[in-house]
């Protein structure tokens, strides 16, 4: 599906969705675990839709039911060889792939788009030296064998989606297990995340610096009731919205306390020169005069897309470093990023793992091919607010797989005051 937006700025009220990253965690720890849990979601991704599908294969009982996803526990793994479609969600893959593992079931994971070509290095040798058997096929990845516990070592610079499967995975084995995370753990925010679901559901874990030493035969237990909190992730791009507009823009959902690593938007924001007021209501943004500066792009790479824009806009130069790990995700995003702005009229140079960006006083506008990426997608709409003709996407839908009610979102805010 294409779709035409109009130029010009944006205000009025929006409310984030579910943080699909906490509703992964949840879910898995509630599927693992020995008693019901009702998750309250608002907002159910096709992202969120592959790990429920995948619980479900392996045993568990998940049901949306009233705005809740009511799970019941697995109680024995499925026999023979289950089919776990992951679609294009590299967290359900990563998360799963030991858990498969501790299960000792075989299994086949059905993998779309560019998940094929996302590594598994080192993560596979990995799980393979602990009794694992992988054999990619296409498309196909079937695994089986039995984990066991012992030494698992990983680097901190590839994924942190590595280490927070083998937290998940690991309190099943029948023994002790430790985990040492070598070198500087990027996105480690994320890492918290599954550390503070699993402290949820009354799973012990040791910690010591980046080392873990996990107790095996632990199958804990959440609450009955939990809520998913609002998703910092897709708030960037209302937040971006906020700072490209004269009347602002309140954004309504979001726990400012939260463990989510993209939390810090706000500070980013801030030192672009966008205005940001927080009070009970939720946070209201709104434009100042936007400068370029240097982002870290190492702890927040789904931030990257969005912020691109608002640098397009901001005066002088801004560069975006450490952004090597884009050129893996569901596009190669520094490429695709890049194309977005140049087809918008902006003036982006693309390096080898970083961009610059030279900002105009406002973008042209055109169209956008999004490479089939939702964040693309969802910074071309950010993208129009600053232009001064409609911005034409490509493959519009594509925001299903982390929000599927985004462009609804975006048409119920009202047209702005021209910057």
């Known amino acids: 599906m294409n779709r035409t937006v109009l130029p010009g700025p944006r205000c009025g009220c929006v409310t984030i969705p579910a943080s699909k990253s906490q509703a992964h965690r949840l879910l898995i720890c509630a599927a693992l675990g020995t008693g019901e849990t009702a998750l309250r979601c608002d907002g159910i991704s096709q992202d969120i839709e592959a790990t429920v599908a995948c619980l479900n294969a392996l045993g568990a009982e998940i049901r949306e039911e009233d705005g809740r996803l009511r799970v019941r526990p697995i ?227 789904d931030l990257i897309p969005v912020l691109s824009v608002l640098a397009s806009v901001a005066e002088g130069e801004t560069r975006i470093v450490n952004a090597a790990r884009l050129r893996l995700k569901e596009s190669d995003r520094l490429a695709s990023t890049t194309a977005m702005l140049r087809a918008l009229g902006a003036e982006v140079e693309e390096l080898g793992d970083g961009l610059v960006i030279r900002g105009r006083p406002c973008l042209a506008g055109g169209t956008v091919d999004s490479a089939g990426d939702h964040r693309i997608a969802m910074a071309a709409a950010v993208a129009a607010t600053a232009c001064t003709q409609p911005v034409t996407i490509h493959c519009a839908d594509c925001v299903r797989k982390s929000y599927p009610r985004f462009w609804e979102d975006f048409e119920a805010l009202q047209r702005g005051e021209t910057l």
């Open 75 to 301: 109680r024995a793994a499925p026999e023979g060889e289950c089919v776990l479609p992951c679609g294009e969600s590299g967290s359900t893959l990563r998360f799963l792939l030991p858990v498969v593992g501790a299960l000792g079931v075989q299994a086949v994971f059905l993998r779309k788009g560019r998940l094929p070509q996302r590594p598994l290095a080192p993560f596979d040798a990995e799980l393979a030296a602990h009794g694992m058997t992988l054999e990619p096929d296409g498309a196909l990845l079937r695994c089986g064998g039995q984990l066991r516990p012992g030494a698992y070592r990983l680097p901190g610079n590839v994924s942190s989606q590595y280490i927070s499967g083998l937290l998940l995975a690991l309190p099943l084995l029948d023994g002790e297990s430790r985990l040492q995370v070598m070198g500087a753990l990027e996105s480690a925010s994320y890492v918290t995340m599954t550390e503070d679901a699993l402290a949820a559901a009354g799973v012990k874990i040791s910690k010591h610096n980046t080392d873990y030493i996990i107790q095996g035969r632990q199958r804990g237990s959440l609450p009955e009731a939990l809520t998913v909190e609002g998703d910092w992730s897709n708030a960037a791009f209302f937040l971006a919205i906020g700072a490209l507009s004269l009347p602002g823009l309140c954004v309504r959902g979001l726990d400012r306390n939260s463990a989510q690593g993209d939390r810090s938007v706000l500070e980013i924001l801030r030192s672009f020169g966008a205005e940001l007021l927080e009070g009970e209501e939720g946070i209201l943004i709104r434009h100042g005069t936007l400068k370029g500066q240097t982002i870290d792009a190492a702890p927040i790479p």
